[in-house]
């Protein structure tokens, strides 16, 4: 018995699923041409069209004008997805500041809000935050999440501690009544820049955030890569001096060591020039201040050899670089561009395109989103229930 429930709730959700889609596809319509559209029974459709309106996805706006002439009584009302239905939510619990991101029910993202966290909350309690920052920016909205299907989150560091991961989805999860996955949220930052930003349309992308660390995603084939300990795309903790400074990864001479925000500082200081922060860094890195030009250009160059490595194995037609770093444009890509150009393999076609990252510091809360979206999709081929 447990089983054919089972089977019959998978069902309903791919009937819910394709008429979602259909009307994502071709907007509003009536139940009689989403019953030829969707190929489902008329007593089908109809029962999946009342759940979805009770649960606020759907809603009946006016009638259709299809410029056929009418029989008796009312001309059919049309159903067309809910604006205001949450569907998919973000998360990205950071080091210090928690993003979130709402994709409604035809899958654009409408909102993103960002909250500051505690640098010792852990992930429990950053997913408390997470939770009280949806419910407010749903309130202000009016985005309604009785539809809401899932929640994607990404996480600090290597994946392969399952309690952390289930930590936060599990308050996630249980405030929000849904399934929940995570994620690194630098990998996830790919997802979204191949979904929606700089690598929309490429299949194979290597991304790197630079900013305090330094994080990465590959995606190869279209596909999100995680390795077989949850630790693909950690450009930072490749070792660029093996006799270099210990790293909290275990490692020596880290690149992240070497090049993330912290280290630049420190260079700028050894060459005389104090700043307090990232901000300060790069305003003396747009205005050109020469030591600090020189430090930036050096660490760029330097993130340029390690990518060359990573592009003479994976072979990307795109390199996105994203983070703090990457608003410094021509200053930090132009070296990058140089090595790549430099220690290509011989007889390479071309250098992969160096291409700032397109969607600022909510990418990897998006990338939650399209984490899930993917997860939707391709849709599965549904039968009726009629023989069940
Ligand atoms: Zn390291």
Redesign the pocket.
């Known amino acids: 018995m447990e089983k054919r429930a089972d089977a019959l709730q998978r069902l309903r959700q791919a009937h819910e699923e394709v008429v979602l889609a259909a009307l994502r596809a071709e907007g509003p319509m009536s139940r009689t041409r989403l019953t030829e559209r969707t190929g489902l029974s008329r007593t089908t459709l109809f029962a999946i069209i009342s759940e979805l309106m009770e649960r606020g996805a759907v809603i009946e706006t006016g009638a259709e004008d299809d410029g056929r002439p009418r029989g008796r009584g009312r001309p059919a009302a049309r159903v067309s997805l809910n604006p205001d239905a949450g569907l998919l939510i973000g998360v990205d619990l950071g080091r210090r500041r928690i993003r979130v991101a709402i994709a409604n029910i035809a899958r654009q993202v409408v909102a993103t809000a960002v909250d500051d966290s505690a640098p010792d909350a852990d992930e429990a309690e950053q997913a408390d935050l997470a939770v009280a920052l949806i419910r407010k920016i749903c309130e202000d909205r009016g985005i309604g999440l009785r539809a809401l299907e899932a929640v994607g989150v990404g996480l600090v560091g290597v994946m392969d501690a399952p309690d952390r991961r289930w930590r936060a989805a599990e308050r996630l999860g249980a405030a929000f009544g849904t399934r929940v996955e995570a994620d690194n949220n630098a990998r996830l930052a790919a997802l979204a820049e191949q979904t929606w930003g700089a690598a929309r349309s490429a299949e194979d992308v290597v991304y790197v955030r630079w900013s305090v660390g330094v994080g990465g995603g590959f995606i190869s084939g279209g596909r999100l890569l995680r390795g077989a300990h949850g630790a693909s795309g950690e450009l930072?903790?490749v070792s660029v001096d093996p006799a270099g400074p210990p790293?909290?990864?275990g490692?020596r001479g880290?690149l992240?060591?070497r090049i993330g925000t912290p280290a630049l500082l420190e260079a700028a200081a050894s060459r005389g020039v104090r700043l307090t922060g990232t901000d300060d860094l790069l305003e003396a890195a747009r205005s050109r201040t020469p030591a600090v030009t020189r430090v930036v250009v050096e660490a760029a160059r330097t993130l340029g050899t390690v990518l060359a490595g990573t592009v003479a194995q994976l072979d990307p037609a795109r390199v996105v670089v994203g983070g703090d770093l990457a608003t410094l444009g021509g200053l930090v890509l132009d070296p990058i561009r140089e090595a790549l150009g430099e220690l290509a393999l011989p007889g390479a076609r071309r250098p992969p395109d160096v291409v700032p990252a397109d969607l600022g510091p909510a990418a990897s809360a998006m990338g939650g989103i399209a984490l899930m979206l993917r997860k939707q999709d391709p849709l599965p081929p549904v039968p009726d229930t009629a023989d069940l």
């Open positions: 930072g903790h790293c909290h990864c490692g880290c992240e060591k």
